[in-house]
């Protein structure tokens, strides 16, 4: 049986290493604040945001919730980013994805201030992390690194296996274990073989979308798996897109889903405000 991969425990120690961050700010009078803008009214982006507001709180981080209706336009919104990134006393600015398909998102994530970009978005974070000088890295990829640095995982050296080719999860993710020595291979919904490249991997890294798709019985026995995955199965249930039951036999840890990758994504954004208030 694998070594459970304790999501909540460990993003605990980690908003908590935050909050000590954010102490020290406020003790020479500055206090991190993290803009938030919601645009229109999809459900699961509340709950996103409303679970953000709650770990901003518990590490001491201010939020300002910017809600705009669903009929905002490119221009309308570039504007409220144009303020926010005016706006001194804000150190983090968070446009919450997916926009409604009349905004231009890549031209609304381009107009943050890269020193406010704590999503790591932006092209010039992206580009950062390419040249091993990264800022803010995407939370998602850094709390998958930060998982397998509190399970001990060796890196160096190891094969590594991140499908999903995403700019916001797979790439940086491919960057971040490049940089930490694996040797890193990726795929995607083109790769001819997936099987046999899942089980070469002694670090697996799975962000798809796509419900329970990578079986146990393709896994490396004794690989470390990180399931990226948020997916709702046939059964209803939250499901990643790693098959649990099938791989937890066979790995020699795994990330649960939920409980996994997704509270250290939020712990994640905590710490790259906490990082962007040090600027000032
Ligand atoms: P995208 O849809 O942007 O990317 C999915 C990737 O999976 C693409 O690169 C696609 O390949 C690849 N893919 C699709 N089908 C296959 C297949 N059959 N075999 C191999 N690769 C395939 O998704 P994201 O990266 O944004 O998210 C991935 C998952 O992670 C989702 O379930 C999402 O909900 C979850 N997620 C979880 C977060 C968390 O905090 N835990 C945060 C962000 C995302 P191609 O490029 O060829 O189309």
């Given at each position: 049986m694998a070594e459970l991969i304790d999501g909540r425990a460990i993003s605990k120690a980690l908003l908590a290493d935050v909050a000590k961050t954010v102490e020290q700010h406020k003790a020479r009078g500055v206090q991190p604040k993290l803009a938030v803008v919601l645009v229109g009214d999809d459900p699961a982006s509340a709950v996103y945001v409303r679970n953000k507001g709650k770990r901003a709180a518990e590490a001491g981080i201010e939020t300002a919730d910017h809600r705009l209706g669903a009929d905002t336009t490119t221009e309308g919104l570039l504007g409220v980013v144009r303020e926010l990134n005016e706006d001194?006393?804000?150190d983090g600015i968070l446009v919450q994805l997916p926009l409604p398909p009349q905004i231009d998102a890549d031209a609304v994530l381009l107009s943050i201030d890269p020193a406010k970009d704590v999503d790591g978005f932006h092209p010039e974070n992206l580009g950062r992390l390419m040249i091993g000088e990264p800022r803010f890295v995407a939370c998602t990829p850094l709390g998958c690194m930060k998982m397998l640095e509190a399970t001990g995982t060796e890196l160096s050296g190891a094969k590594a296996l991140v499908v999903g080719r995403s700019t916001i999860v797979g790439k940086p993710m491919a960057q971040l274990l490049l940089a930490a020595n694996a040797t890193v291979t990726m795929a995607h919904s083109r790769t001819r073989d997936l099987p046999a490249a899942v089980a070469e991997a002694d670090v697996l890294v799975a962000a798809v979308g796509?419900?329970?798709?990578?079986?146990?019985?393709w896994i490396k026995p004794g690989a470390t798996v990180i399931d990226v995955g948020i997916n709702r199965g046939e059964d209803g249930k939250l499901c990643g897109d790693v098959d649990f039951a099938t791989a937890v036999e066979r790995a020699g840890a795994i990330t649960p889903v939920p409980g996994g990758v997704g509270p250290m994504t939020i712990a994640c954004l905590m710490h790259n405000v906490a990082l962007a208030a040090s600027r000032r």
């Amino acid at each position: 049986m694998a070594e459970l991969i304790d999501g909540r425990a460990i993003s605990k120690a980690l908003l908590a290493d935050v909050a000590k961050t954010v102490e020290q700010h406020k003790a020479r009078g500055v206090q991190p604040k993290l803009a938030v803008v919601l645009v229109g009214d999809d459900p699961a982006s509340a709950v996103y945001v409303r679970n953000k507001g709650k770990r901003a709180a518990e590490a001491g981080i201010e939020t300002a919730d910017h809600r705009l209706g669903a009929d905002t336009t490119t221009e309308g919104l570039l504007g409220v980013v144009r303020e926010l990134n005016e706006d001194p006393s804000v150190d983090g600015i968070l446009v919450q994805l997916p926009l409604p398909p009349q905004i231009d998102a890549d031209a609304v994530l381009l107009s943050i201030d890269p020193a406010k970009d704590v999503d790591g978005f932006h092209p010039e974070n992206l580009g950062r992390l390419m040249i091993g000088e990264p800022r803010f890295v995407a939370c998602t990829p850094l709390g998958c690194m930060k998982m397998l640095e509190a399970t001990g995982t060796e890196l160096s050296g190891a094969k590594a296996l991140v499908v999903g080719r995403s700019t916001i999860v797979g790439k940086p993710m491919a960057q971040l274990l490049l940089a930490a020595n694996a040797t890193v291979t990726m795929a995607h919904s083109r790769t001819r073989d997936l099987p046999a490249a899942v089980a070469e991997a002694d670090v697996l890294v799975a962000a798809v979308g796509r419900p329970r798709m990578i079986q146990g019985a393709w896994i490396k026995p004794g690989a470390t798996v990180i399931d990226v995955g948020i997916n709702r199965g046939e059964d209803g249930k939250l499901c990643g897109d790693v098959d649990f039951a099938t791989a937890v036999e066979r790995a020699g840890a795994i990330t649960p889903v939920p409980g996994g990758v997704g509270p250290m994504t939020i712990a994640c954004l905590m710490h790259n405000v906490a990082l962007a208030a040090s600027r000032r």
